[in-house]
């Protein structure tokens, strides 16, 4: 929530100073004060090595804001409340789409982080209320830490008769019964909707009959496998509420992004009006792009490090320092300035070895520094959780080195400087995690620390691809029929299927209700299509592959956390290094048919990293182009894929100690590809032997599956590849891009739309790198299964050069 409040543009500092003498880690003013400026601290920063890292620095300037009055229809206790609360009116956004929401028409306020998105759902929401003593409201996050930091936010204006309440996986049975009578705003995420309130809607009848709005916040996440099975579970609300006689008005909440409208209205299948003119105050931002220095050529590591400080990228022959210890460096630096930081990291891991080295730094240079950084991930407790967002809104944290799961709006008041440690995927995130820092129009530090990988050494030798470009367009596909007909056996294991209600949930229905009924899920009666089982169909929304795995501490019995199905083979096979808050711990059993994972303490000075092989076969051909010598085709492919061994490797040098069978499942996958050919005489025409030509495609695939973010809303790690010489399918020299997901996620389809800006990027990234051979900054992959080998980085430019010689413009 934030409108026009009285200290928007205080200058005050939040963040509590800490009195540390000088040390190497930082150079440190004494006593309390307003501490540095965001040029003081990056002029600092950059002082601290030989070199300069920045490529870039991009000054964001602050933005006055724009005010607007009151809605005539918002009652004066709504606006006493907020007053209150420091807002005194609106800004034009915030009442525009409250006006259009109150009016009827459902509206998405797709505008930059911290422009007070929530005033403008909360308005016609809570002014409803009021006005309505049945009225209901249904509000959906997509983490538990959102939808609770709302919850404050609401509870906090004292409404009389709102009630709101959290009803999510960690609400108490005791208390469940009490919200579904009584609550009238219920905070909740796709998750429970799907798994609790939609199966159990006879018991939630009286709230949906009343239901005026339903919130759905943060919605650009939603996007691929996961987004594609929110809309329906969006759709399936919808159809419970007609049933009911409810037809509630959606308000959307994005961060910017590209063609917001069309998303939202793939996401709830509604006509959508979309605000997007941002009118709410901005504090400046200075925004540096940092690429770590390179690396003596003897070890390619630099100095030892810690047993726990595995990089991302221990490959042999790393070329640039590891991002990881970079961004740790970074923190440490930071919180030994007094300057309250947060650091992004992509993976758990990864949040886990920053914090860790923060602390490490910090402790050598003032002995109990280091209690003042902490790291927070998924798969926590939920009373760590908590914990650590309330240590870092009371300042008893100064760092946190947190994967995404803080990136979303948690009113985080106070923070001075973000680190994002590695080009987030999009730059709708990118944004969203730079605007963490600098609330209430106070000056902000934000720095983007490049990875040794194609996309980030593209981005930070190329910042036009971030300040001067659009967002992107969020990707989902609800007609995936891999997320189709499972979420049609959900809606008739709620009430038998009609023909209108195929309408509601869109192209492919009938021909899913076909399937299901060939298959003996669904059976047809002439009053529609009945679910035939007693339990109900087990969908995973997230298409994470499977349910969590429990690593469990074995001497003990005590629950670490939990790692999602999908990723359990590569990072919790038997042998395998886990880290939780610092600690490591090596796997001793896998039991995947029970969904456990036991470990034992132990610091190795090797690090592990699996490896896996991959098959692919052509299924059918979607749509493609004949460019003579080359081709580019969509179509539908089966992967098998499975982890064979892991290797372990030497954390101060990358040396590989040896490498150990795994005996775990292969895994299936039907999903959608792109991909070209070529034919041998023109690679042969454009100078690369055909002993090379595997080396050439495999390196240019790794460039393409790295570069592919810059043209879709998707992470390298959402999508895989495969290279070979000659395909049986094609009958050529082939580069596979598909999407990771059953029945793919839109990823691929946004590829082969845009195939010739995407490989002409994928070039330029492989031509400018500073490398002879190859690196991870350009053609080497932190997931290849193959250990990076072989690849030709001068055959792969002659690869692209005459794909994009070819491919129509």
């Known amino acids: 929530m934030q409108g026009v409040t009285s200290n928007d543009f205080s200058s005050a500092r939040h963040t509590p100073r800490h009195d540390l003498e000088s040390s190497p880690a930082a150079t440190v003013s004494a006593g309390p004060g307003p501490g540095p400026t965001p040029a003081d601290l990056l002029r600092r920063l950059r002082a601290r090595g030989a070199g300069d890292p920045v490529t870039h620095v991009e000054r964001v300037p ?22 209150k609360r420091g807002v005194v009116a ?12 109150y009016e009827g028409q459902h509206v998405i306020v797709a505008t930059g982080t911290a422009s007070g998105k929530s005033l403008a759902y909360q308005m016609p929401a809570l002014s409803t209320l009021r006005a309505d003593p049945r009225a209901t409201v249904l509000y959906l996050a997509p983490t538990k830490a959102l939808a609770a930091d709302q919850l404050r936010a609401v509870a906090a204006l004292e409404l009389e008769g709102v009630r709101p309440a959290c009803y999510d996986g960690d609400t108490p049975r005791a208390e469940r019964e009490w919200i579904r009578r009584h609550s009238r705003f ?29 919130v759905i916040d943060e919605c650009h996440t939603y996007r691929g496998v996961f987004g594609s099975h929110v809309a329906h579970v969006l759709r399936r609300l919808r159809r419970q509420c007609a049933r009911f006689g409810a037809t509630p008005v959606f308000v959307l909440a994005s961060a910017t992004s590209g063609d917001p409208a069309t998303a939202a209205g793939r996401l709830t299948g509604l006509p959508v009006t979309a605000v997007t003119e941002d009118a709410s105050p901005r504090g400046g931002v200075t925004f540096a792009l940092w690429e770590p220095p390179l690396l003596p050529p003897d070890t390619g590591t630099g100095s030892p490090v810690p047993p726990q400080a595995t990089g991302e990228h221990d490959d042999l022959h790393q070329v640039r320092r ?40 910090l402790d050598d240079a003032v002995p109990g520094l280091g209690d003042r950084v902490a790291a927070y991930r998924g798969g926590y407790l939920r009373e760590e959780r908590r914990e650590l967002e309330r240590a870092l809104l009371h300042g008893d944290l100064l760092g946190l080195a947190s994967t995404n799961a803080l990136e979303l709006g948690v009113d985080l008041i106070g923070l001075d400087a973000v680190l994002i440690c590695g080009y987030p995927g999009t730059r709708a995130s990118l944004w969203q995690q730079a605007g963490r820092a600098g609330r209430s129009g106070q000056e902000a530090l934000a720095v983007l620390v490049a990875r040794d990988d194609p996309l980030d050494t593209y981005l930070v030798h ?13 990707v989902l596909d609800p007609a995936n029929p891999y997320v189709l007909a499972p979420q049609l056996a959900c809606a008739a294991a709620e009430a038998p299927l009609t023909p ?9 229905a009938k021909e899913a209700v076909d399937q299901l009924v060939a298959a003996g899920a669904l059976r047809q009666r002439p009053t529609g299509w009945y679910w035939r089982h007693r339990e109900r169909p087990e969908v995973d929304l997230r298409g994470e592959g499977g349910a969590p795995v429990c690593v469990v501490e074995s001497s003990t019995g005590r629950l670490l956390g939990t790692v999602d199905g999908g990723s359990s083979h590569f990072l919790l096979h038997p042998g395998a290094v886990y880290l939780h808050q610092g600690v490591s711990y090596v796997v001793d059993d896998l039991d995947l048919a029970d969904g456990c994972a036991l ?13 896996d092989v991959t098959d692919l076969s052509v299924v059918s051909v979607r749509s493609y182009v004949d460019a003579g010598p080359v081709g580019m085709f969509l179509g539908e492919v089966d992967v098998t894929s499975q982890v064979v061994s892991y290797q372990r490797r030497r954390i101060a040098t990358g040396e590989v100690i040896d490498t150990r069978p795994l005996d775990l499942p292969a895994r299936e996958l039907r999903t959608v590809a792109v991909w070209f050919t070529l034919s041998p005489r023109s690679l042969t025409l454009a100078g690369v032997q055909p002993a090379d ?55 691929a389809e946004r590829a082969y739309g845009t195939a010739s800006a995407w490989l002409r990027a994928t070039r330029d990234a492989i031509a400018e790198c500073g490398c002879e051979t190859g690196c991870p900054s350009c053609v080497q992959s932190p997931k290849c299964g193959n250990g990076n080998n072989p690849l030709s980085k001068p055959d792969a430019i002659r690869v692209l050069d005459v794909v994009l010689a070819n491919l129509p413009g």
């Open 693 to 747: 030509v595997p080396g050439a495609l495999h390196a240019a695939e790794h460039a393409a599956i790295g570069l592919l973010p810059l043209m879709a809303t998707c992470d390298r790690w959402d999508i895989g590849g495969l290279s070979t010489a000659v395909h049986p399918d094609t009958e050529a020299p082939t580069v596979f891009v598909y999407d990771g997901h059953p029945g793919g996620a839109g990823f």
């Open 462 to 474: 190329h910042p036009e691809a971030i300040f001067g470009a659009p967002v992107e367009a969020t």
């Open 500 to 508: 209108a209600d195929l309408v509601l949930f869109g192209d492919g």
């Open 90 to 101: 609106p800004w034009q956004h915030q009442a525009e789409a409250a006006n259009l929401a």
């Open 186 to 214: 219920v905070l909740t995420n796709p998750d429970m909707l799907h798994h609790g309130i939609l199966p159990g809607h006879a018991q939630w009848s009286g709230f949906l009959r009343r239901l005026a709005y339903v």
């Open 62 to 83: 602050a933005r006055a804001g724009v005010p607007a009055p009151w809605p005539s229809w918002a009652p004066a206790e709504l606006r006493a409340a907020f007053a």
């Open 599 to 611: 470990v034992h303490v132990e610091e190795p000075d090797w690090s592990t990293h699996a490896r």
């Open 322 to 361: 590891s991002a990881l210890r970079e961004t740790a460096d970074l923190l440490a630096d930071t919180v030994a300035e007094g300057v309250r930081t947060l650091a992004f990291v992509r993976s758990r891991k990864g949040a886990e070895v920053v914090a860790a080295n923060a602390r490490r730094s």
